[in-house]
């Protein structure tokens, strides 16, 4: 007696169906895989943006305090202060918030909050100094001749406070960011020496310090910018705490 083996359609279609789920699958696994693998490239960093916009803006108070224009040209490095560093910044801040992956320099190594703070801030020192120099200049608020001197101060002393508090923030950071810190706390120190014990010599020094600032922002941005583009990241110190 012989026997008939038939096969139904449906169980002929879930076969078929079987084995082409499975080739989709082999096939379709390697390109999800390596989809999820992120790469440097795809990788927005934001220091990349901030870090030379903080050079720019170095070079040009820097080039006012050392003499480069008249002492009475207080307005000379505003258009980059105001419109360059300080709007630039303000947009590399915004950009860092919007991260939806950290980069993978160095400096996001401990979280996203430390380096969008160093945006963040030197935005708001680059935009509120064009905003106290513009406002001196023409008078906006109320400021009696006989107080702009301690006025300025006021302004240095805040903005010294600031930089020291950030400098104990940043011992997390690669140690560029805290003598970064460290170097504009010099700055408005010598600044308000030279505001309240009128000194061109103050005034200078802390000019080539700015400089000094602005080679130094320079090269982290060279190092940020090789790690950025999938090149080794040049050293830029390890962490004073981690």
């Given amino acids: 007696m012989t026997t008939t083996t038939t096969h139904s359609p449906a169980a002929t279609q879930r076969s078929d169906d079987t084995t082409d789920n499975g080739d989709a699958h082999s096939h379709a696994t390697p390109a999800t ?8 490239a795809e ?17 040009a108070l820097g080039l006012q305090l050392i003499g480069y224009v008249d002492a009475s040209s207080v307005g000379s490095p ?7 560093s300080g709007l630039g910044l303000l947009i590399a801040t915004i950009w860092s918030t919007r991260l939806e992956s950290t980069p993978v320099s160095s400096p996001w190594s401990s979280g ?13 020192f680059f935009l509120s100094y064009g905003a106290l120099v513009l406002g001196l200049v023409h008078s906006w608020y109320g400021i009696q001749p006989a107080d702009i001197a301690h006025s300025q101060a006021l302004f240095q002393i805040s903005w010294l406070v600031a930089f020291v508090i950030l400098a104990v923030a940043s ?36 000019g080539v310090v700015v400089l000094i600032i602005a080679a130094a922002a320079a090269y982290v941005f060279l190092a940020v910018a090789s790690a950025a583009s999938g090149g080794r990241e040049y050293p830029i110190g390890a962490p004073l705490l981690k």
């Fill in 171 to 206: 011992v997390r950071l690669p140690a560029a960011f805290t003598v970064l810190f460290g170097a504009f706390s010099v700055v408005l120190i010598l600044l308000l020496i030279s505001t309240l014990n009128p000194s061109d010599a103050a005034g200078k020094i802390g």
């Fill in 33 to 40: 895989v390596g989809d999820r693998r992120p790469r440097a």
């Fill in 112 to 124: 996203r909050s430390l380096p969008t703070i160093v945006l963040g801030a030197l935005a708001a």
């Fill in 78 to 84: 505003l258009a980059i202060l105001i419109a360059a």
């Fill in 43 to 59: 990788t927005g960093d934001p220091l990349v943006l901030g870090l030379p916009l903080i050079a720019l803006g170095a070079v």
